[in-house]
Structures are given as structure tokens and as C-alpha cells.
């Protein structure tokens, strides 16, 4: 990954690249960040620059992710007696190589694992750390990455604080996290925490210009749709831009929201809905909720007389988009997106899908008709 190829976050390229050429670089870092803002790309470009510094022959073998002393961490499933990233190495490189910006949910797309428990085993420290007791093989520094740190267990968590405190010598570490909640708060301490902001929409306005074959008024839509994730905006472009299963749902979602108030049976409705779409598998699923809040947030755009930002309206199967929208204020916008956002994470931790989509669908109807 070479720093020009990173989508915005020019502060923190110069602060990486003065943290080498200044010698302080801190033997341990955690990134904290959403895949989609660029954390792993920011590593690998900082690892290329420290190796490269090393040995000018090491850049090519960074970029292709076989440079013997770059090593990686990444959570798994148990296969066999143990979990260690080894196994799934392959796959792993395949997937960043085609997709740097590329997330957890993707992982486990990829793995097919939607119904099994990945995480980072205490097996998987064992094994860095005799990696780690032998020397380089070019004679330099020795790298790990460890990706999504805040999925190791606390079994792991535990050998890997013993890590940090004592590595052996010419040895860094950078973490990537979605986020430190799941981190402890020793290994917190003990690391030098890099906070990774959105990608401006201008700066990924320039990436999808300068990278693929689009429109200005496609490239306009993205962007802002993107919420400043490199990898949404790329996932959005590989999905319909109109997705007439998604308009049909969150049609009748919306009509039977408004209706459960006044009649009560229409609760069913609710209910036979969360069920149909429980039945998709995960990641549709969270590509419905991407949906919804985009549509959310274009529905409150409309209600404050900004219809030059409103880039995508819902005008099928004779649905009142500006009487909708009249409904979308802030005083209930927060509300909304807030219940989607947890109903994403539910789903991430493997919440039984009727029960979170009941729940959303419920909650809906009573936050459709708040207006003050």
C-alpha cells in the first residue's frame, strides 16, 4: 500500500511519516477506526515505509503481503483443536489485497462463518510469540498487525498484555479496532492510540474520480451517501443503485408504522415483515438498514427545504414522499438512527434476527409520530 493510494487523512499521513524520519516511532500503536476510514491501508503504508527504510528491496514484498518479517493477526474460527490465523492466511491476504478498506462483515462473508464465533485465541498469542522469539529474517525490524484487536478473547488478551510489556527487541506493534471498548484497559495503556477520523467527502469525492469510471452526479451520490466509509461507497456502487425489494419493504414498513397507532392489528403486519427479512442472510440484511438510514436521512434533508441534497426520493407503489418526509424532523431523527445503528450491531454479535427486527419494526411506530 503506498500513501498516495490512501483516500484522504493527509494529517495523519504526515504525522506517520514524521513519527520514521524523526526516529519515534512507539513500538506499539492502536488504531482505532473504522475499516472503511483507512486504518489497515494507513498500516501497511507505515509498515512499507519503516521496512522499506530497512531494506529498499522490501517494498514489493509488503505490497504483496509475503514479507517474512511482516506478520499478521486477524480473529478466526475454531478449526480442529485451535483458532490461529494461519489458517485462514490465504484467504485473509486475497481479501485485503482486492480490498484494503474491506470490514469485519466482509471477513466473515467470506468465511461463510455468519453463525460462528470469530475472535483472536489465546493459541494465536502463543504462536506470534515464538514467531517473534526468533530473529529477523533480513536482519531489521519485525512487524505484527494485528486486525480487529478488539476481537481477541480474554484469554488472549491476557497473554498478549505479557507481549506488549516485554517484546523482543526490534519489534513493533500495530493494532486496528473498530473501537477500545472491547480492549483492556491495561492493553489500552500500554499502547500509543492513533484515532482514525470519517474520510471527508470531498476526499472520497476524489478517490472514486480518480479510480473508477463514473459520472460526477454518481461519484456526488456516493460520496455524501458514504457517511464517509471508503468501503460503503464501494459496496454501495456494486449494489443496485435502486433496489426494488428494499423500496417495497421499507414501503411497508413505513405505512404500517403510521397505521399501528390508530389500529392496533397492524402490529401483525409489523411482526410478518421482521419475518421476512430475518430470513435473509446477514449481510442483506445490514445492507436493508445502510437503506433505511439513507433514506432517513434524505427523508429529514426534504423536510428542511434542502431538495438540492435530496439525490435518491422514493416514488413508487404511490408513496407520498413529501407527506413522508413531513414526518422526519429532529425530533425523532436521532431516535431513528440510533435504533437502526443498534439493530446493526445485533446483528453483528449474532442477535436472533426476528427478535431484533420485531424490536426495530415496534420501535419504529412509535418514534414515526414524535414530532416535538
Do not use: C
Request: net charge negative; proline share 3%; hydrophobic share 40%.
Amino acid at each position: 500500500m503506498n500513501w498516495e493510494n490512501i483516500a484522504g487523512q493527509e494529517n495523519l499521513k504526515k504525522l506517520l511519516k514524521d513519527s520514521i524520519s524523526k526516529n519515534r516511532v512507539s513500538h506499539a500503536q492502536l488504531f482505532i477506526g473504522k475499516e472503511g476510514y483507512g486504518t489497515l491501508p494507513l498500516v501497511l503504508a507505515y509498515a512499507k515505509e519503516i521496512l522499506q527504510g530497512e531494506n529498499e528491496h522490501a517494498a514489493s514484498k509488503v505490497e504483496h503481503l509475503n514479507h517474512l518479517d511482516l506478520h499478521f493477526s486477524f480473529p478466526v474460527f475454531t478449526e480442529g483443536k485451535n483458532a490461529v490465523s494461519k489458517n485462514r492466511f490465504d484467504d485473509f491476504r486475497d481479501m485485503i489485497l482486492q480490498s484494503p478498506y474491506a470490514s469485519y462483515d466482509d471477513w466473515t462473508a467470506l468465511l461463510e462463518s455468519e453463525n460462528k464465533q470469530l475472535f483472536i485465541s489465546a493459541d494465536e498469542v502463543d504462536e506470534q510469540n515464538q514467531k517473534f522469539a526468533l530473529k529477523s529474517f533480513e536482519g531489521g525490524t519485525k512487524i505484527l498487525i494485528v486486525w480487529r484487536a478488539d476481537k481477541m478473547n480474554i484469554a488472549a488478551s491476557n497473554k498478549f498484555l505479557k507481549f506488549l510489556e516485554e517484546p523482543p527487541a526490534k519489534t513493533l506493534i500495530f493494532l486496528t479496532a473498530d473501537s477500545t471498548d472491547d480492549i483492556l484497559p491495561t492493553i489500552l495503556s500500554r499502547t500509543q492510540i492513533i484515532e482514525v477520523p470519517r474520510i471527508s467527502d470531498e476526499d472520497i469525492h476524489n478517490y472514486l474520480k480518480k479510480n473508477l469510471d463514473l459520472s460526477e452526479d454518481k461519484i456526488q451520490e456516493v460520496a455524501h451517501q458514504a457517511q464517509g466509509n471508503l468501503n460503503d461507497a464501494l459496496r454501495f456502487l456494486k449494489s443496485e443503485t435502486k433496489n426494488p425489494e428494499f423500496e417495497k419493504l421499507f414501503v411497508q414498513w413505513v405505512r404500517d408504522a403510521f397505521m399501528v397507532k390508530k389500529k392496533p392489528e397492524f402490529l401483525k403486519n409489523i411482526i410478518l415483515w421482521a419475518r421476512e427479512i430475518a430470513g435473509w442472510n446477514r449481510e442483506k440484511q445490514k445492507n436493508f438498514l445502510d437503506y433505511a438510514a439513507e433514506i432517513f436521512r434524505l427523508a429529514l434533508l426534504q423536510n428542511y427545504q434542502s431538495p438540492n441534497l435530496v439525490y435518491k426520493k422514493i416514488d413508487a407503489n404511490g408513496f407520498n414522499w413529501e407527506g413522508f418526509s413531513r414526518f422526519i424532523s429532529g425530533a425523532n431523527i436521532v431516535n431513528i438512527l440510533e435504533e437502526i445503528s443498534t439493530a446493526d450491531h445485533h446483528l453483528t454479535r449474532n442477535g436472533n434476527p426476528k427478535i431484533v427486527w420485531t424490536d426495530l419494526g415496534i420501535k419504529l411506530s412509535r418514534y414515526i409520530h414524535k414530532n416535538t
